[in-house]
C-alpha cells in the first residue's frame, strides 16, 4: 500500500495574514524543529519549541500537535496566548501539553522569548539520575549549578501543573523534568536552540562516561564555575550567532520546505 504525501492545509494562506517578523520566525521556529529532529531526537509527535512574537509579547508560536517535528513547516505553526487561548484561525492545533508548558513558562517570564521540550533517550536517561547533569564535560559545565529540577509529581499537560512547573525553574534557564525530560530556554530563538544542543550533548556524554564503568574525572568547583561564567552565559547567542546561521544553512540545504 502506498503512502501519500502530507498535503499542507492552507500554505498559500498564512503569510498574507501574519506580519513579516511573524512569518520570519515561523520560517526560523520551522527550522528549529527540523534541525533538531535531525540531530537530537523525535519523540513521535510529544516534543515542541515555542517563540515569543517580539510585536505581540502575550503571544507565542508552536507546533501543532498532529506533525513530528520533521513535517514543521512556517504555515502549519499554531499561534496562542499566555493563557493558552489559539488566537489565530487554523486548521492546526496544539496538544494542551505543549500551549500550557509554554504558556506557563513565557507568562512567568517575560525575558524568557523561547522555549525547547525534548524527550530524547539521553536526557530521559540523566532526568533518571539522582544527581541529575554532572559536570563531566564541557557541554555540561556551561550548566554548572544553573539548573532547576522538577519532581514527577503533577501533570504538566494542565495549566495548573504547567504554573508548577514554571515556578519551579524559578530565575533559571534550563530545567530537568525528573523521569521525564528536559526545558531548555533562552532570550531568542537561536539562543534555546543552540544551548538545547549543548544539553543534548553533555547528556549523551554523561550516559557514556557512565556506561563505560571506569573512574570518572570529576572536574574542581571552581573550573565548573569559570567555565560556566565563560560559557554559559544567558544572551550571547543571537540570528548572528555562526551556529545559528550555520544551522540555517543547513536547514536551507537539506529541508527548503520548512519554509512553506
Keep these: 500500500m502506498s503512502v501519500q504525501p502530507m498535503k499542507r492545509k492552507g500554505s498559500g494562506a498564512v503569510r498574507e495574514r501574519v506580519s513579516e517578523t511573524e512569518w520570519k520566525l515561523r520560517c526560523e521556529l520551522a527550522a528549529a524543529h527540523r534541525l533538531v529532529a535531525q540531530f537530537a531526537f523525535v519523540d513521535l509527535t510529544y516534543n515542541h519549541i515555542s517563540v515569543r512574537l517580539p510585536d505581540e509579547p502575550n503571544h507565542f508560536l508552536v507546533k501543532a500537535d498532529n506533525l513530528f517535528m520533521e513535517q514543521v513547516c512556517a504555515s502549519n505553526i499554531v499561534k496562542y496566548d499566555v493563557e493558552g487561548n489559539q488566537v489565530m484561525e487554523s486548521a492546526y492545533k496544539a496538544s494542551p501539553a505543549a500551549y500550557n508548558v509554554h504558556a506557563a513558562v513565557l507568562a512567568a517570564r517575560p525575558d524568557i522569548v523561547s522555549a525547547v521540550h525534548t524527550h530524547t533517550p539521553a536526557n530521559l536517561a540523566v532526568s533518571a539520575q539522582k544527581r541529575g547533569l554532572l559536570p563531566l564535560t564541557q557541554q555540561a559545565m556551561r550548566f554548572y549549578n544553573r539548573i532547576a529540577y522538577y519532581t514527577n509529581t503533577e501533570d504538566d499537560t494542565t495549566r495548573d501543573g504547567s504554573d508548577q512547573m514554571a515556578a519551579t525553574l524559578g530565575d533559571k534557564w534550563v530545567m530537568i523534568l525528573e523521569n521525564h525530560g528536559a526545558l531548555v530556554c533562552g532570550t531568542t530563538l537561536a539562543e534555546a536552540y543552540i544551548y538545547h544542543h549543548f544539553f543534548e550533548l553533555a547528556c549523551r556524554a554523561q550516559i557514556g562516561a557512565l556506561a563505560g564503568g571506569g573512574e570518572l574525572i570529576m572536574p574542581a568547583p571552581e573550573v565548573c564555575e569559570a567555565r560556566a ?6 544572551g550571547q547567542y543571537n540570528s548572528e550567532s555562526r551556529d545559528w546561521q550555520a544551522s540555517m544553512l543547513y536547514a536551507e540545504t537539506h ?6
Design 229 to 234: 561564567k565563560k560559557f554559559g552565559r544567558i
Design 255 to 260: 529541508f527548503p520546505e520548512f519554509k512553506e
